[in-house]
């Protein structure tokens, strides 16, 4: 599961790329929490699939996917994503 939730963590930044994320707070946020996630799996498949660190990394991954996928369809307005720059 560790193992599932680095490689759609890899993907999701490799497909989206960071153009996708937009600039300013809106990227901030999706590059802090990709690698927040990225840590909490690294660290669950060291210690061996741990649930608790598992939860959180499986939570980031959805955010950060859900989060890509409503930027990229444009229901997150570029000038709110900006941070209002």
């Known amino acids: 599961m560790a193992g599932v939730v680095i490689v759609g963590t890899v993907l999701a930044l490799a497909v989206f790329g960071r153009r996708a994320f937009g600039t300013g707070a809106f990227e901030t946020v999706i590059v802090t929490l990709g690698v927040l996630t990225l840590g909490f799996a690294i660290a669950a498949l060291i210690a061996e699939t741990v649930w608790a660190l598992l939860i959180p990394a499986m939570?980031?991954?959805?955010v950060m996917w859900a989060l890509a996928?409503?930027?990229?369809?444009?229901y997150v307005a570029r000038e709110h994503a900006a941070g209002h720059t």
């Not at 939570?59 to 959805?62: D, E, F, K, R, Y």
């Not at 996928?69 to 444009?74: F, Q, S, V």
């Open 59 to 62: 939570a980031g991954l959805v």
């Open 69 to 74: 996928i409503l930027h990229d369809a444009g």
